[in-house]
T-cell receptor
Framework: DAMVIQNPRYQVTQFGKPVTLSCSQTLNHNVMYWYQQKSSQAPKLLFHYYDKDFNNEADTPDNFQSRRPNTSFCFLDIRSPGLGDAAMYLC??????????????FGPGTRLTVL | GESVGLHLPTLSVQEGDNSIINCAYSNSASDYFIWYKQESGKGPQFIIDIRSNMDKRQGQRVTVLLNKTVKHLSLQIAATQPGDSAVYFCAEIRPLTGGGNKLTFGTGTQLKVEL
């Protein structure tokens, strides 16, 4: 089945130790998104890629970076995780063939713990 | 500013009863909405969507109603089952310049199904 896959599902890192989260998709969608979701809150968009074009949200901290080496994969890099970065990180994709209103499909998320 | 908000943070219903989850939005230009279901520890899952040229849309056991006059939409779940227990988010979807779209989520409603 076509899907959005995130690895790992659970990630533990130490304060200040860089960490990379992975997302892959078999949907062949040209848009990929990264969201941060803290406990009991709605997902918050960090940035997205339209093909290879990177689009950062204005309030996304510089500590968060992303890479998209090809259509299928997208990575979220947290350069120096702080305790406040502990959250669920969600990857989503959309096809963007209907004037920009195609449904976003989410992966299962990676739960990040910062010690 | 724009916002999409929910009236009730928690809704408890008896198994077999109908559930109604409400959502208000503030931007009268909003024209496309999605309801997502998020089970504990999982990513949001698309349930149903509706565009502003519609007042009602039905899916399997779910119905979304849109009242543009009062900027309100609701998700109705018929014959609620234990598997419906989750957090439900309404979201406005808007195209982004350069491709892709942006979801503006409401705060979420926790639906609890009591046996």
């Amino acid at each position: 089945d076509a899907m959005v896959i995130q690895n790992p599902r659970y990630q533990v890192t130490q304060f200040g130790k860089p960490v990379t989260l992975s997302c892959s998709q078999t949907l062949n969608h040209n848009v990929m998104y990264w969201y941060q979701q803290k406990s009991s809150q709605a997902p918050k968009l960090l940035f997205h890629y339209y093909d290879k074009d990177f689009n950062n949200e204005a309030d996304t901290p510089d500590n968060f970076q992303s890479r998209r080496p090809n259509t299928s994969f997208c990575f979220l890099d947290i350069r120096s995780p702080g305790l406040g970065d502990a959250a669920m990180y969600l990857c989503a994709t959309s096809r963007d063939a209907s004037g920009g209103t195609d449904t976003q499909y989410f992966g299962p998320g990676t739960r990040l713990t910062v010690l | 500013g724009e916002s999409v908000g929910l009236h009730l943070p928690t809704l408890s219903v008896q198994e077999g009863d109908n559930s109604i989850i409400n959502c208000a939005y503030s931007n009268s230009a909003s024209d496309y909405f999605i309801w997502y279901k998020q089970e504990s520890g999982k990513g949001p899952q698309f349930i149903i969507d509706i565009r502003s040229n519609m007042d009602k849309r039905q899916g399997q056991r779910v119905t979304v109603l849109l009242n543009k006059t009062v900027k309100h939409l609701s998700l109705q779940i018929a014959a609620t089952q234990p598997g419906d227990s989750a957090v439900y988010f309404c979201a406005e979807i808007r195209p982004l310049t350069g491709g892709g779209n942006k979801l503006t989520f409401g705060t979420g409603t926790q639906l609890k199904v009591e046996l």
